[in-house]
């Protein structure tokens, strides 16, 4: 992971050697992962955990999804600071900061701010694609519950099926998500350098997007091993965890469509 960061920042540098560095990078951090979670698995099938090895497992799962609440709560937060205090702030609410940066400027969001103020662009509306994918994700979520009853109740079947739905609905998602992105960049003008607004839109719906890949990679594995009957009705905690983190993502764009498409 060292390797890995170190190669992102001598590439923000500039460095010729950065691509080097940071696929040597990639390539360590994926083995020691891929090693880890290799074995968690092989523990898990064999029976080696006790009671207090799942709680911890699941304490350690509780503080990871805590964690990232803390990640997206930073990034809600600056959209807040944004659109509540700053636009209004620069637009002569308050009297001094607006006649000492920028005078007379009037700013309503979105905006892409003072300095970008002449820009052509357009911000993206909540019809039709997020909206569209609202509607999938909140299905997901659905099928995913499903899935967890018919493991508690031993149907198989049941369980393989609605998982596979839940893994094609992430990828769809996914899909639909990079054409929204490749229609704000090719129609829209909206790129991460649209000022405050392209940046705070693509900050979070970008981070979000990447949360929906590692979360369907997961579901994708999970269902992989409810193939093999790796769980038990008693015992799936393996489950559980990827189920927790799932829901988590689809809460949180459930707080982007409302904060970043619709108000």
């Not at 951090?29 to 080696?48: H, I, S």
């Not at 090895?53 to 503080?63: A, N, Q, T």
């Not at 709560?73 to 944004?82: E, N, Q, T």
């Not at 489950?239 to 799932?246: I, M, R, T």
Request: net charge negative.
């Amino acid at each position: 992971m060292t390797t890995l960061v170190v190669g992102i920042a001598m590439y923000l540098e500039g460095m010729a050697v950065s691509t080097w560095v940071m696929g040597a990078g990639g390539l360590i951090t994926a083995w020691f992962v891929f090693g880890w979670f290799r074995d968690v698995v092989t523990e898990g099938v064999k029976g080696l955990y006790s009671d207090q090895v799942d709680r911890s497992l699941r304490w350690g799962m509780i503080w990871f999804i805590f964690s990232e609440i803390m990640f997206f709560a930073a990034f809600f937060g600056a959209l807040f600071y944004a659109r509540t205090l700053s636009v209004p702030w620069l637009s002569g609410e308050d009297a001094a900061t607006s006649r000492m940066l920028w005078d007379s400027m009037a700013l309503d969001w979105p905006t892409a701010g003072p300095a970008n103020a002449g820009m052509e662009w357009q911000p993206m509306s909540a019809w039709p694609l997020p909206t569209i994918n609202t509607m999938i994700l909140l299905t997901s979520g659905m099928t995913l519950t499903v899935a967890h009853h018919a493991l508690k109740a031993g149907n198989r079947a049941k369980l393989i099926g609605f998982m596979w739905a839940t893994v094609l609905l992430g990828m769809i998602f996914i899909g639909l998500q990079g054409y929204e992105y490749y229609e704000a960049y090719a129609h829209l003008n909206l790129r991460m350098d649209t000022g405050i607004y392209g940046s705070t839109f693509f900050m979070l719906t970008g981070f979000h997007g990447m949360h929906v890949v590692i979360g369907t990679l997961m579901l994708l594995v999970i269902t992989l091993r409810c193939m093999k009957g790796h769980f038990q009705p008693e015992s799936h905690f393996g489950f559980e965890g990827a189920a927790w983190y799932w829901h988590f993502v689809d809460v949180v764009w459930l707080g982007l469509y409302i904060f970043v498409y619709i108000l």
